[in-house]
Each structure stands twice: as C-alpha cells, then as structure tokens.
C-alpha cells in the first residue's frame, strides 16, 4: 500500500524548513539512523529548491506502508498552509531507505554528497525513471494497484 502526505513548501516555508517538515514527519521514539536525515538538509534543499518533489515525490520505504511525499510550491502552498495529516506508524523505526528525486544535470553530485553523509538515501534520476516505466508513477497512473489518501477534500 502507497500513503500520500503533501508538504506545503516555498513560499510558504523555505526549502531547509520543508525538509525539516518532512523529517518530523517521519520520525518519533524508536527511529533508527535519524541523524542521515539531519546531515542530508543541505542535499535535500537543493531538490526542494529546484520543485522536483512538486511532480515526483520522495519514496520512504521501511516499517509499514510505503510513503510518497509531494511538495507544493506557490499559490498552491500558501493556499494549502502547513497543516500536515500525522502518519499512524514511524516508517523509520527500522529498516528504511529514502529515494529521493533528481534531475540530470544534478544527480551526480547529489548521489556523491549523500553517499559520504546518508547512505540509507539514495537519489534517483526522474529521467530515466520516467524511461524505465517508473518507481515514482503519479497515484493517478497505477494500474492494479491501492492507493489510499486518507485526506478529506477541502471545500
């Protein structure tokens, strides 16, 4: 099973304070290797910046469901505001890997900085994802599988 959590990002929060965001999210008693989270902010923002996480998410995999995280950038973020729905189990507290999107021309340098401070972090090209069929295929697009967003549309 596929969970969704969209994080309301630049303007309405910076990139350093989005990554911040998304590690509470995911973290709480019992997290392993927390501090590659940490060490990875200055990574991370650089994809944040760049609104690759508006199209392709963030792919937690560990403990429980798999979670995919969005980034909403603009008019939609402020609209939308901070609010983020918890998650009912810590992906983190055991084993888990973060794949984290990247666009060509960056994918290098990001995978080099990760490997030496977050190896449990891996960087994936969206190009050749999109290529290959794709491990980050939009909800909308998945064929024979559950996606479940427990979020209630807003009126």
Same mark, same amino acid.
């Given at each position: 099973?596929?969970?969704?959590?969209? =994080?309301? !990002?630049?303007?309405?929060?910076?990139?350093?304070?989005? %990554?911040?965001?998304?590690?509470?999210?995911?973290?709480?008693? $019992?997290?392993?290797?927390?501090?590659? /989270?940490?060490?990875?902010? $200055?990574?991370?923002? !650089?994809?944040?910046?760049?609104?690759?996480?508006?199209?392709?998410?963030?792919? @937690?995999?560990?403990?429980?469901?798999? @979670?995919? =995280?969005?980034?909403?950038?603009?008019?939609?973020? =402020?609209?939308?505001?901070?609010?983020?729905? *918890?998650?009912?189990?810590?992906?983190?507290? $055991?084993?888990?890997? @973060?794949?984290?999107?990247?666009?060509?021309?960056?994918?290098? %340098?990001?995978?080099?900085? /990760?490997?030496?401070?977050?190896?449990?972090?891996?960087?994936?090209?969206?190009?050749?994802?999109?290529? *290959?069929?794709?491990?980050?295929? !939009?909800?909308? !697009? /998945?064929?024979?599988?559950?996606?479940?967003? %427990?979020?209630?549309?807003?009126?």
């Amino acid at each position: 099973m596929r969970i969704r959590r969209d =994080i309301s !990002s630049i303007p309405f929060r910076s990139a350093a304070d989005t %990554w911040a965001c998304i590690v509470a999210l995911v973290t709480a008693d $019992g997290s392993v290797d927390i501090e590659q /989270l940490k060490a990875a902010g $200055g990574t991370i923002a !650089s994809v944040i910046t760049d609104e690759i996480p508006a199209e392709h998410p963030f792919i @937690l995999e560990g403990c429980g469901a798999q @979670l995919r =995280i969005y980034c909403r950038y603009a008019a939609d973020a =402020i609209q939308e505001g901070g609010e983020v729905d *918890a998650l009912t189990w810590n992906p983190t507290a $055991g084993d888990w890997m @973060l794949h984290v999107p990247c666009d060509t021309e960056n994918i290098g %340098w990001i995978r080099k900085s /990760l490997a030496k401070t977050a190896p449990r972090i891996k960087a994936f090209d969206t190009a050749e994802a999109k290529r *290959a069929g794709g491990a980050e295929q !939009s909800s909308s !697009s /998945l064929d024979g599988e559950i996606v479940v967003d %427990w979020g209630a549309p807003k009126d």
